[in-house]
């Protein structure tokens, strides 16, 4: 008889029983208080007084934001659009640059793994395999001898003379005691004259390479070397 059972090990033999004669009744088994429902009464918080606010001045002045160069979003005048080939000439800039960053080291086996390319980037693909029949370019992206680390488009963010300066380094090669920058270049140089204009152009870009990497990796400026590797004419002028 589970009633019972329930009933015999709860009640414990206690006269727990109520109401009046005509009405009686027994409390078999409570835990608690009936009380519990009744709410307690609401102590009011004292107020606190707010704590002063310090008055704080900046250190330093905001950074001035300069952008190196990068492979972003590019605005040109009507006058740059004709003079460097139009919008297809930057498309054309960007697909190439992104056919040299699947190149890890230049071997034989190259060219067989950046084939798939060929499909989606018939040009840039074309452009990629006169540089590396050069030997100019070849040597420079075979392997070194030695202990070397490659980065590849690595972003970077860095400050330069009171300046957040930012871009993208198409390629560095990082030895023991110093390091090697490569940028490639898309300009559409021909003779010994315009090349020569074209690396001055980029001068300035490969200057705040030289100090950003410098900066980055401890670094002399004077051991890292930096190599504008046009593609057009399958040239390399060393800055």
Not at 55 to 65: E, P, T, Y
Request: proline share 3%.
């Amino acid at each position: 008889n589970y009633a019972q059972l329930l009933t015999t090990t709860l009640a414990k033999g206690e006269d727990n029983s109520f109401g009046d004669e005509s009405a009686p009744a027994n409390v078999i088994f409570e835990e608690g208080s009936f009380g519990w429902v009744r709410a307690k009464p609401v102590v009011e918080a004292k107020p606190v007084a707010e704590p002063d606010l310090i008055g704080a001045k900046r250190g330093d002045a905001r950074l001035a934001k300069r952008r190196a160069a990068g492979h972003g979003a590019v605005v040109l005048s009507g006058a740059q659009l004709v003079a460097f080939g139009g919008a297809d000439a930057i498309s054309f800039g960007l697909a190439v640059h992104k056919v040299f960053e699947q190149i890890e080291w230049f071997d034989g086996a190259t060219l067989a793994k950046l084939e798939p390319l060929r499909e989606s980037t018939p040009e840039a693909v074309a452009e990629m395999e006169r540089c590396l029949a050069a030997d100019e370019f070849a040597k420079r992206l075979a392997k070194p001898v030695g202990n070397v680390q490659l980065w590849r488009e690595r972003a970077f963010d860095v400050v330069l003379e009171n300046e957040l300066v930012s871009g993208v380094f198409d390629r560095v090669h990082l030895f023991d005691d110093r390091a090697e920058i490569i940028d490639f270049k898309t300009d559409r140089v021909g003779d010994e004259a315009s090349l020569k204009q074209a690396a001055e152009k980029h001068a300035p870009q490969m200057t705040s390479y030289r100090q950003a990497l410098a900066k980055l990796t401890g670094f002399a400026e004077s051991t890292i070397r930096c190599n504008l590797m046009f593609t057009h004419s399958c040239t390399v002028v060393e800055e």
